[in-house]
């Protein structure tokens, strides 16, 4: 059922999907420049420049598409159902985690801890990156009720999606955001990356297999989903 909404929550919901953007763009330079101690680091100037591809698309078709949804993951984390232990994964997730990478990456680059790799290894890398995170934009357009916190949406009329990407795993977006982290450290040429980004696949599997448990017990229709759709995150694997 297609839900009337007033004219002006789009705007309020386009208004804080800038703010946030423009916030992140300056943070993620911040962090990834002022760690590597120089801003002649081509690494550091690809890496935003596809951070910032990522974020202008996804966000400007999730606006246009639906911004109820914009409105649901600006919100969801003062919703009083959000699942206790995703008050803890999910900041570990997207913003601790993340942060320690690139904080990781611009010191390496500013100590030469980690040997160069070829400038080519490292443009697939970044191919790699650039690609978990569209992959996961097109799980978020293809699902309405892709929130940013774990909670089952009674509110929104949450039902099960299985379109898109969805027909071949659960958890399409989670998929994504693990091929970003595995490529990471090969962009970046950092091995001591690898630490975050392991510990990010990680804390992706926990939230994943969490979640699909909540969706499995109280979400109607998830369990036949589940049996038709088999695979959570790797088709064939898990």
């Known amino acids: 059922m297609k839900m009337d909404v007033p004219t002006e929550k789009p705007f309020q919901a386009t208004g804080m999907i800038v703010a946030r953007f423009a916030f992140t763009t300056v943070f993620l330079m911040a962090v990834l420049f002022l760690a590597a101690g120089k801003l002649d680091w081509w690494e550091g100037w690809a890496y935003v420049a596809q951070a910032v591809v990522v974020l202008v698309v996804s966000r400007a078709i999730l606006v246009r598409k639906n911004p ?70 097109w799980a978020m357009i293809a699902n309405r009720f892709f929130s940013s916190h ?8 949450q039902s099960v999606i299985s379109g898109g990407p969805y027909r071949f795993m659960r958890h399409p977006g989670y998929a994504g955001g ?59 694997v898990w």
């Not at 448990?213 to 979400?219: D, G, N, P, V």
């Open 178 to 236: 693990v091929v970003s982290w595995i490529a990471s450290p090969v962009f970046f040429g950092s091995w001591w990356t690898a630490i975050p980004a392991v510990l990010g696949v990680a804390a992706t599997v926990v939230r994943t297999a969490l979640e699909d448990r909540t969706l499995r017990e109280e979400l109607p229709g998830y369990e036949e989903y589940a049996h038709r759709v088999r695979y959570r995150l790797v088709p064939g």
């Open 68 to 137: 109820d949804l914009a409105r649901e993951r600006a919100d969801a984390g003062k919703k009083e159902n959000v699942k206790s232990w995703d008050r803890v994964l999910m900041p570990v997730m997207s913003i601790f985690l993340p942060v320690a990478a690139w904080i990781v990456a611009g010191l390496d680059e500013r100590f030469g801890w980690s040997a160069d790799l070829p400038d080519g290894i490292q443009a697939g890398a970044l191919v790699m990156i650039f690609a978990g995170s569209m992959f996961g934009t």
């Open 150 to 157: 774990v909670r089952i949406q009674t509110d929104r009329g």
